[in-house]
């Protein structure tokens, strides 16, 4: 039986008649070659469409957008040249878009925009899709509070309910409401687990984490994702409790797919089977396939390790060949409920060709920075006033890639740099990056503004990019010591895939954008610039004062000795050198308008319960804001955070506007994980609804049953 002719209710049958080594096949990744992308010469793996054609390979993984032509080789030959016709999946990290690059993750979640984050991952998957791929390693939604590490660029930042709600987005965006042939790509949640927790921020470093916070901020982000039917889960590099992930069996077995019911397939992470050697867990390769096949690990993503010892494993009787066909259904059910065989059937037929970067493709890209882009300060400086003079300095003012980590793009630099955006804008724009020290300060003195752009290179984040320092460079520091006493109004553009420590700089100049990468929608700085878009973005992490406090994140547990109002207590919990709170707090950033909140009430309709409260636009102009709803349990075990974010709601209001915000409460929506179950306690809850993670509007309420009343 040919795959073509095969379906979910004759899959048993067809595995039957698959060999040993095919079997296998299917469980092996490995990488279609290296591109330009890394900064390599192009070139195809010599072996791979030999392999292809002998079912030796299962997936393959791709690092760029232009591989086309191979790809579509490599498929033609698994489907008519191999002797059963088993599709590949074609894999690659489209973390944040594939030829139009959108903000990066980091960036798109301070938009709280979960419509438009949605879209960017159908278009996303769209463009893969022309291209070949059917599978993305994405949405990445480790739980990042440690701005060291270089990867909390590709996360959602600190929160498990917001990253939990771009779970949802990015896997429906991808793959449709349920995976069927309509799914353009197989969304794979990672990295499973806690990956975000490495110690002193250091990547694959030991993530020391227990139980209780594993299940009530590490692993909620997973179990949405899984909710909304993520086909796949990678399983990431570090160890939890002294044991790695790729051969976890609490976690991948015991949680993953007895409790949470996982029915898709686990990836390991790129030769994680082969670092459990490294690791010091497997003696030999040997062992490492036998450990990681034991603990779930369905793919092995290019380490070879399955591909050389599996079959002697299974052979010799140490793992059972059913556990290998269990493993081989998993990955055959998804290719057909996908239906890879029409789709690259009629994809090779036609000879399409990829579809990317389309205008409309561009304006979401622009849409979407447009709300990422965060104005952390104001004195009255922005938005720029028309037809003036601009000074610009900074390594980015001629810049053309905004792309940040990931860039898997063909499109690198095709978008205009800022001083070309400003002029275009009637500004008159000076260059100072070559002038000498002297000849900038004249500059400046013919100008109103000074535009700095300042912060990292997009190689400075994202994988194997940990900081242990993330002040300003000593070149951006020296740029701001120069223009901050000349009289003119400074802003502060920030590119960079982390937060960094800005506290001197907000000191010195009047106006700060964090802009983070904003990909091919870098237009939307000079647009948040003009004033011709309001910003409204809040940041989805904490912005540190200092490396020394790290982790600094807005959920945290009270201790038993809070500063909070003993700030001049010796004995409570703080620090002798710098306050504990964080420069930006977690939900913060501000508009070119003001808004008011009114108190928070209790509301009750019939069974259901509502907290609202009244926000007004007060300012001089329409904007949009991110109304947050937080909670606190007051007393639980194990402790709460001092709260939590457990609602938002993004609203626009016209100035002198105003709208009630409601949000629906209920039991569910204060439980959490304890004692081996999820529930909520009874008793005394704080719920806050307001601007950001610091705001104090409040409401004290008694939940007793499914009752809520006002506590006294
Ligand atoms: C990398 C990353 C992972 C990615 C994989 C394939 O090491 O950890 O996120 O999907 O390799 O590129």
């Known amino acids: ?57 299962g997936s393959i993984l791709q690092s760029a957008s232009e591989m086309f032509e191979e790809v579509m080789r490599a498929q033609d030959l698994a489907l008519h040249k191999s002797r059963l016709g088993i599709p590949l999946f074609v894999n690659s990290d489209i973390i944040h878009g594939f030829g139009t690059i959108f903000p990066i993750p980091l960036a798109s979640a301070c938009s709280f925009n979960m419509e438009l984050i949605k879209e960017s991952a159908v278009l996303a998957a769209e463009e893969a899709a022309s291209a070949g791929l059917c599978c993305t390693h994405s949405p990445m939604i480790d739980i990042a509070r440690d701005p060291r590490w270089g990867r909390i660029a590709e996360s959602c930042g600190e929160d498990p309910y917001l990253a939990g709600e771009i779970a949802k987005a990015y896997v429906c965006g991808f793959q449709g409401e349920e995976i069927s042939p309509n799914t353009l790509l197989l969304a794979t949640l990672k990295h499973y687990l806690g990956y975000g927790a490495a110690e002193g921020g250091r990547d694959y470093n030991t ?36 044991i790695p992930m790729t051969a976890n069996n609490k976690y991948l077995d015991d949680v993953l797919r007895k409790e949470l019911k996982f029915s898709g397939i686990v990836l390991s992470d790129w030769t994680g089977i082969a670092e459990l050697m490294g690791h010091g867990m497997a003696k030999s390769p040997e062992e490492a396939v036998f450990l ?3 603990a779930g690990i369905d793919i092995d993503m290019v380490s070879d390790f399955y591909e050389k010892f599996l079959q002697n494993e299974i052979s010799d009787g140490r793992v059972e060949l059913s556990k290998l066909n269990a493993a081989v ?8 409920r996908m239906n890879l065989v029409g789709r690259y059937e009629k994809q090779i037929a036609l000879k399409s060709k990829p579809v990317v970067f389309t205008e409309r493709a561009r304006q979401l890209a622009k849409d979407l920075a447009d709300e990422s882009i965060v104005l952390l300060k104001n004195d009255n400086v922005l938005p720029l006033r028309a037809g003036t003079t601009l000074l610009l300095d900074g390594r980015w003012t001629h810049c053309r890639n905004f792309l940040g980590c990931w860039q898997s793009s063909a499109y690198k630099k095709h978008v205009e740099s800022l001083d070309e955006m400003l002029s275009r804008r009637n500004f008159s724009v000076k260059d100072a990056n070559k002038l000498s020290e002297n000849e900038k300060l004249a500059a400046a003195a013919e100008c109103e503004y000074i535009i700095l752009t300042l912060g990292e290179n997009e190689n400075e984040s994202g994988e194997a990019a940990s900081k242990a320092v993330l002040s300003l460079s000593e070149e951006d520091q020296k740029l701001v010591s120069l223009y901050k006493s000349c009289g003119k109004k400074i802003v502060a553009l920030i590119f960079s895939g982390r937060p960094l420590l800005l506290e001197k700089l907000c000191e010195d100049v009047g106006a700060v954008l964090m ?34 406090q790290i982790p600094v994140y807005y959920n945290h547990l009270s201790t038993g000795r809070s500063a909070h109002g003993r700030e001049t207590e010796k004995f409570v919990s703080r620090y002798l050198d710098c306050p504990n709170e964080p420069l930006f707090p977690f939900g913060f950033g501000l508009s070119y308008t003001q808004f008011e909140y009114g108190p928070v009430n209790l509301i009750r309709n019939q069974n259901d319960f509502f907290v609202v409260c009244q926000v007004k636009n007060t300012g001089k102009r329409c904007g949009k804001e991110i109304v947050q709803l937080y909670v606190r349990d007051c007393i639980a075990c194990p402790v709460r955070p001092i709260k939590e974010l457990k609602g938002f709601k993004k609203i626009f209001l016209e100035a002198g506007e105003s709208v009630d915000v409601s949000f629906k409460i209920d039991r569910k929506l204060c439980a959490y994980y304890h004692a081996a179950r999820f529930d909520a306690d009874d008793g005394e809850f704080i719920f806050y609804i307001g601007d950001s993670s610091i705001s104090e509007n409040n409401i004290r309420l008694l939940l007793q049953g499914e009752n809520f009343s006002l506590a006294r």
């Open 1 to 57: 039986m040919k795959f073509k002719d095969c379906n979910l209710s004759s899959i048993d049958e067809f595995i039957e008649q698959m060999t040993l080594e095919e079997k296998i096949g299917q469980l092996v990744q490995k990488t279609i070659g290296r591109t330009e992308n890394l900064g390599q010469e192009k070139s195809i793996n010599s072996d791979l469409f030999e392999s292809i054609e002998a079912g030796r390979i």
């Open 207 to 242: 993530a020391e984490i227990g139980e209780n916070t594993i299940r009530n901020f590490y692993l909620p982000p997973f179990q949405i994702g899984i909710e909304s039917g993520a086909g796949g889960v990678m399983a990431s590099f570090n160890t939890i409790d002294g």
């Open 292 to 294: 990681a096949f034991g």
């Open 329 to 336: 259904k998993r990955i055959l059910s998804l290719k057909l």
């Open 515 to 548: 802009c983070w990468f904003p990909g091919h929608g870098n237009e939307a700085v000079a647009d948040i610039l003009t004033g011709e878009i309001n910003p409204c973005a809040k940041i989805c992490v904490s912005f540190p004062r200092r490396e020394g």
